[in-house]
């Protein structure tokens, strides 16, 4: 029997660590700094109202190459490999428009961290396997002259994806997949399992499948700090606002079967900043679409999806947010350092947090049980209901665990596959996507950021093919299909 777990009423105690001494601490001594050489000129020069340095920093600028929409990690890695892989050096300026600096309900930072090669689609796994480099090697990419190196706080734990008898065959050929396109992944039999994880009950599960190298996980505040501090060592220029607008020019054409086809160029982002009810105008050749959960509304704002049903211009981004909850608990007698992130064939998930036998863990609810996405607060029952039963069955010593904190984020849910979307809208031509990775975008940030990049500077996608996340599909009715969602 399980006994009832009680919530302290903590909120988003592990979201709070770092919010907030580790941002924001440059501006008001810059404002200060301002206000003081204010003060100097004025008192010399004739005509106190004349204001010589009126501070306009907060501005987007009246130009910019590219626009991003969205400062998290999936905007931030845009820009990065952007201004890496620009030739020459400095061609192209790069604005991140960002309306929340806090990332209070970024999915970036209300993520668990991690990251895994074991995917069904090769295209998956090669995103991870570049990431994981990058990762591992995180100074060779953003290390910062004079400045302190990165740590992400990686944690080579290793996945355990746990299989039932009925989805044993598929956790076979899955690993086939991966092993040929690299990753290091054994499979285990239930007596494999209870050898080296004692603390597993094997009831129910027929398969196991480990990564020995390249898995785990690391803190995603980190990672998003490290690409803030390069990319801002690399002159992208950052704005405190929110996009609310598109200008674009269009031009109608026909196709060889006499279809009408409207094609647009966006020409100016509207930017509505704080403190302000104006927007400023940013004239642009390109627009990355990096608005995670609310990319989907984005595209809307550029006229995406508004034509006949059935149409490519009726097609939408069918990215929207979608709540999940994560829990935190206690529990001395719990499974200890050598602990994988395991995955069990219910859907719950659970890994380590820090070294104090906490955990934390959650499960995505079914269709039906979908939470309202208008807000981010935690249903406890959900726990209790859905989640503990299927912890205390997989490892017992989990019955006694203690309830400690929990939070709520918002996954870029991609409705039609649940797999991203990278590259540019077929008829919107300067619109280019990187979203819609529910659940495992925050892996692959580091190399799709790249694919993005080759794509407006080459026209093409050079180290990994990511044709098959094309906009396209979504027309075409081509799902990837990816059976490791979790
Ligand atoms: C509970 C949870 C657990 C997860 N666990 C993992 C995991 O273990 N591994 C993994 O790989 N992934 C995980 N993910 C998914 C991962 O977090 C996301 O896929 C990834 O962070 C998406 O990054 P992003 O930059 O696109 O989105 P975000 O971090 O949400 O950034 C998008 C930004 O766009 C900004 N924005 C939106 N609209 C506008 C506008 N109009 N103007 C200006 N700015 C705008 C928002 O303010 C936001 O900051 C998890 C997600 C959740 C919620």
Partial sequence: MLRTASWPRWGRTLLARGLGSRRGGS???????????????????PGGAWNPLYDTSYLPPEHSDVVIVG???IGLSVAYWLKRLEKPRGAIRVLVVERDHTYSRASTVLSVGGIRQQFSVPENIQLSLFSIEFLRNINEYLAVVDDPPLDIQFNPSGYLLLASEKGAALMESNVKVQRQEGAKVCLMSPEQLRNKFPWINTEGVALASYGMEHEGWFDPWCLLQGLRRKVQSMGVL???????????????METRSGEEVTLKRIHEVHVKVDHSLEYQPVECAIVINAAGAWSGQIAQLAGIGKGPPGTLQGTKLPVEPRKRYVYVWHCPQGPGLETPFVIDPSGVYFRREGLGNNYLGGCSPTEEEEPDPGNLEVDHDFFQDKVWPSLAQ??????TLKARSSWAGYYDYNTFDQNGVVGPHPLVINMYFATGFSGHGLQQAPAVGRAVAEMVLQGHFQTIDLSPFLFSRFYLGEKV???NIV
């Avoid at 997989?394 to 019955?399: I, K, N, Q, T």
């Fill in 481 to 483: 299909q990816e059976h």
């Fill in 71 to 73: 400062g998290g990690v």
């Fill in 27 to 45: 501006a008001p001594d810059q404002n200060g700094k301002v206000s003081e050489i204010k003060k100097k000129i004025q008192s010399v020069l």
């Fill in 238 to 252: 950052f704005c405190h606002g929110e996009v609310t607008r598109f200008i674009s020019s269009s031009n109608h």
């Fill in 394 to 399: 997989r490892v017992p010593a989990f019955e």
